[in-house]
């Protein structure tokens, strides 16, 4: 059966016998609990630095070197809440020092920017971010997705959701549709089988790689600004400004607060953006035209319905 892979690259991952023991027995509780892999391996990452120019066991020395560090207050919450879980589990007496996180907007990427990535990658790459523009899975729930999860002919995803958000389903497209069964049928994967190979932290590293190489080739910088996340915020603000209904976004983002998805209708300014116009003579025309994603605007008086949508 052939390897999936992600242009040849394996992803690493950190021998346990090179993690501390202290650190290790605070990774194997947060596993026994269930707590995801990705706040596992952060939580690995983050005490692993911070025992290295520190002592775990004196959190005043451990609050200093956080306190000094030229970084954003987003990382050393983050380093903080790690710290925390070690002290917790060996009774570590601390006051976690309380860092705010500074809220700023994304730039939301263009359509045309982000099929130019997709276009680029080679398969199952283009095939994964694809359905990230199309579903806006978290990375995270896209690699958990198996075959199972999957109905071809009704062209829906049952994604996993993460976060303990809501359960949902998907659309995707006639192409993405075919692509997936391409996949499915090259690795002779069965229902059981996950769809991809990997984690979200290789699937994350292989699109960084992807996307700078891209950003050198066209001498292009903007491209290197496009995380892997921005396919998410990409599909949330399009399906806000198409539908309008927030409550249907949160539901498809898989959300359990209104409060997490009242941030799209903050990024989504229309008056700014760009838009693709088509016309329709006829019902045909103008169902195939909504079934892309284009919105009704008028009716010329020389009959021509014109449609719109964001780039």
Request: hydrophobic content about 30%; proline content about 4%; overall charge positive.
């Amino acid at each position: 059966m052939p390897q999936q892979t992600e242009g040849g690259l394996q992803p690493t991952r950190q021998p346990l016998s090179t993690i501390t023991h202290p650190i290790l027995n605070v990774l194997i509780k947060m596993k026994n609990n269930n707590q995801s892999d990705y706040t596992i391996n952060f939580t690995r990452k983050a005490l692993n630095y911070l025992h290295k120019h520190a002592d775990l066991k004196k959190p005043e020395e451990v609050k200093h070197f956080i306190a000094t560090l030229e970084t954003s207050n987003g990382y050393k919450r983050n380093l903080c809440i790690a710290y925390n879980k070690y002290c917790k589990f060996y009774n570590i007496q601390w006051e976690m020092p309380l860092y705010k996180t500074e809220q700023k907007l994304r730039r939301i990427p263009t359509k045309e920017k982000l099929e130019m990535l997709i276009a680029k990658a080679r398969k199952p790459m283009s095939i994964k971010l694809t359905i990230s523009k199309e579903t806006g899975l978290r990375p995270v729930e896209l690699c958990r997705l198996e075959v199972k999860d999957i109905d071809l002919d009704k062209r829906l995803i049952y994604p996993k959701t993460a976060k303990h958000g809501n359960p949902r389903k998907l659309k995707i497209s006639i192409s993405l549709k075919e692509m997936l069964n391409e996949h499915i049928h090259k690795y002779k994967l069965d229902t059981s089988d996950k769809l991809f190979k990997g984690n979200s932290q290789a699937y994350g590293k292989h699109y960084r790689m992807l996307r700078n190489r891209l950003a050198e080739q066209l001498h292009d910088p903007s491209l290197k600004t496009i995380r892997l996340y921005d396919f998410r915020h990409y599909f949330a603000t399009n399906l806000y400004a198409k539908t309008r209904d927030i409550l249907h976004v949160k539901q498809q983002l898989g959300h359990r607060k209104i409060e997490t998805t009242l941030i799209y209708t903050q990024l989504l300014n229309l008056n700014d953006d760009e838009w693709t116009c088509k016309t329709a003579i006829n019902v045909k025309d103008a169902t195939a035209l909504i079934e892309n994603g284009f919105e009704y605007v008028t009716t010329t008086p020389n009959a021509l319905m014109l449609f719109r949508k964001r780039k």
